[in-house]
């Protein structure tokens, strides 16, 4: 969905649209949509500036950082964007433009692209490190057992090598 700036009655307009998990194409490799993506939001034109402002709900599956097993999060965000031409970007002070709080991005002067905010503020609120629990065990490197729900006997062959260590740092000290 783009939202052309010519159709804003008087600069500004309220947008809201449901998007089906496929009609986002793929966000990255991590993660993937669960449920359909409700964004609603307005957009208000203020001189050569375009202020974005709006909610996000959806549910997104990312893999555990340790043993890749698929976790479901809910995805409840706000977000408040800022966008500028290539040319007022340039004019303005660089130094402006990061002391301000709002995330100030360029665009082409015609049109707001509400997919490619949805994509972003998704992958913004993901969290770069998941785990499935808190204290996921992860896969055994040697054998590739998922250690949370089986033993194997790798795991017992990398833990001597820890209790020597410290055997020989009790064995120093002394
Ligand atoms: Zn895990
Ligand atoms: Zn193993």
Known sequence: MRIELVN???????????????ELGSLDDRVTLV????????????????????????????ECDRCLKQVELPVDADFELEYVT??????????????????????DGQAIDVDEIVKEQILLAVPTRTLCQPDC???????????NTGDCNCEKKEVDPRWAALKNLTSGKS
Do not use: M, W
């Open 35 to 62: 449920e359909p993506t409700a964004v609603n939001g307005t957009v208000r034109l203020a001189g050569t500036e375009v202020f974005v402002n709006g909610h996000i709900r959806t549910r997104a599956a990312v």
């Open 137 to 147: 065990k992860g896969i055994c490197p040697e054998c590739g057992i998922d250690k």
């Open 8 to 22: 804003l009655e008087h600069g500004r307009g309220d947008f809201a649209h449901v998007y089906q998990p496929d």
């Open 86 to 107: 290539g040319q007022t970007y340039e004019s303005s002070a660089a130094a402006e433009l990061t002391e301000n709080d709002l995330s100030v991005s360029v665009f």
